[in-house]
C-alpha cells in the first residue's frame, strides 16, 4: 500500500479493522480522556408554577393504579429520551390523589422521595408507614419492599406530589437492575409508625443493633428537625460564605450516607445572601422548599422559588442567592464519585 494519500488509506485501513470489530484508538483518545468534564448535561429548571396544573391533570387520565406510579418525568434537555437527570439519576414529580394506592414492588435501583406538596399520604417501607408532610425526605432503599398511600376525601385526604429521585440511569449502566411486584397490593405492616425513628431517630440506639447494611435504619427524615437545626444553628452565626447553612442528611448507625450511592443535603440562606461560587463533579438536583432568589450555573441564570427543581451538572460553577430566607433540599451521586476517588471540589 503506498502512503501517498493518508486519508484515502487510513479510510481504508479503519474499514478493514472495522470488520474485526476493531476502532483505532488514536481518533477518539482526546474525547475518552477529557482534560475536564464534558457534560452533556444541561443547567436547567423546572419551575412548579408551569408544571403544577400538567401534574395535576395527570391525575383525571390515569389512575395511580393503572399507572403504577403516576409519575412525570424530568428530563436533562442535554439527555433526551434517556430518562435522566443526570448521568446516573432520575428525577420525576409523582402524584397521589385522595384513595389511590401505587402497589407494592420492589427493585434495586434506590429511591428518595421528597415531598413537595399536601400532606397526609403515607408510604410504606419494609413493613413500616410514614405520614408525608411538605419538606421531609424519605427513603426506599434498593430491594425495599415500597408502596405507597392515601387516605380517602372522606378521612381528609388531599393530592400529594412528591419528587422521586433513583438512581436508575447508574444501575440500567451497571446492568444491575432487578424487580418484582408484592402478591398483594400493599405489604403487611410489622411496626407501627414511628418506631425506626424512636430507636434510632434520637441520637440514641438499640443496645444491641448490629450494623448489617450500609443503609440507614431511619426511613423518613421528618422536616420540622433539619428546619429547626439549620435555623438553630444560623441563629449561632454559622454561616459558609458558599453554602449558606448546610447540613447532610446522615445514616445515624454509621454516621454514612443515608443509602449508599445518592447524598442529600439541606441548606439555609438567609435574606439577602450572595453566594461564593462552587462547583464540584456531583452533578446536584435541587429542589426548593421555601424562599425566593437566584442561581447562577455556569452561564445560566435562573430565579427559583418554592417547589421548583433545578440541576447543576458536573464542573459548572453554582452561585445561591436569596431575596427573602430561603431552605434547599438537595441530591447528587457524590457517594459514588468518593467511593471511586473521583470526587473533586473547588470553591472560588
Ligand atoms: C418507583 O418505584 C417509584 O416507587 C417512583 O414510587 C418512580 C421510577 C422508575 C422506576 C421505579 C415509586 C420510579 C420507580
Redesign the pocket.
Known sequence: MTNDNPDASRTAYYEQIGRQRMTPLWESLHSLVPKAPRPKTLPAIWKYAQVRDLVMRAGSLISAEEA??R?L?LENPGLPGK?SMTPNL?A?L?LILPGEI?PS?R?T?S?L?FIVEGKGAW?AVNGERTTMHPGDFII?PSWTW???GNPSLKEGGEPVVWL?G?D?PLVAHMDAGF?ENYSETTQPISRPEGDSFARFGHNMGPVRHRVSDPTSPIFSYPYTRSREALDALYRNGELDEWDGVKLRYVNPATGGWPMPGIATFMQYLPAGFKGRAYRSTDATIYCVVEGKGTVRIGDDEFLFEPHDVFIAPSWAPVRLSASVESVLFSYSDRPVLAALNLLREERS
Open positions: 403504577v406510579r409519575v418525568v430518562s432520575y420525576g409523582q401505587a414492588h427493585h435501583q429511591a422521595r408510604t426506599t415500597h408502596d405507597h422521586d433513583l436508575i424487580a
